[in-house]
């Protein structure tokens, strides 16, 4: 059997698969928001809204029920669009993480990443970075930070009611 084997730096790979769990993460925090604000006593239509969905939509959807829901308060919607605003600018730097193509770096601790890109009508573009270990920790330190921000600012948004036990949950099994 034929096999093809690529350059690997196990360290960086590892990194980025936490990319994508803490960018998960950070997607599912978002949802909640769209679920909270659709039907807080069902999360499950707020589910099924965004199961499918791509993470600039949902940052989109997210923008406008917030609107719709808290558009008299416009502190918080300034400060949820700001959060926003990073979410989306943390989910093309991710893409550019993720969907790429990567060969053999400069050393043994780094790896080459390469993109082909025809963005908003620019024409075709090649594109080769250098990726270190420091970079994606920085990138997944920056993730976390902005999931802290988001649960930081729940609070400020939304009334939830004590739960005594896990029972109280209502949870379906």
């Not at 769209?34 to 969905?53: K, L, R």
């Not at 918080?76 to 893409?95: C, D, I, T």
């Not at 075709?124 to 649960?151: C, N, P, Q, W, Y």
Request: glycine share 6%.
């Amino acid at each position: 059997m034929l096999r093809t084997e690529f350059p690997t730096n196990n360290k960086i790979c590892q990194l980025l698969g936490k990319v994508d769990i803490y960018f998960a993460g950070l997607q599912n925090i978002i949802e909640f928001y769209i679920w909270e604000i659709v039907n807080p006593a069902d999360q499950t239509m707020g589910q099924a809204i965004t199961a499918e969905m791509q993470f600039r939509s949902i940052v989109g959807l997210a923008n406008t029920v917030f609107q719709h829901k808290f558009g008299h308060d416009v502190q918080k919607v300034k400060k949820f669009s700001s959060l926003l605003n990073r979410a989306e600018r943390m989910g093309r730097e991710r893409n550019d993480y993720i969907h790429a193509i990567y060969g053999a770096g400069n050393t043994p601790n780094d790896l080459a990443r390469m993109r082909n890109t025809a963005r908003n009508g620019q024409g075709l573009k090649h594109e080769a970075v250098i990726i270190t270990e420091s970079m994606l920790e920085d990138f997944i330190r920056r993730i976390s930070e902005l999931a802290g921000d988001f649960h930081a600012f729940m609070p400020q948004v939304f009334v939830f009611k004590k739960v005594a036990s896990a029972s109280d949950l209502n949870l379906r099994g």
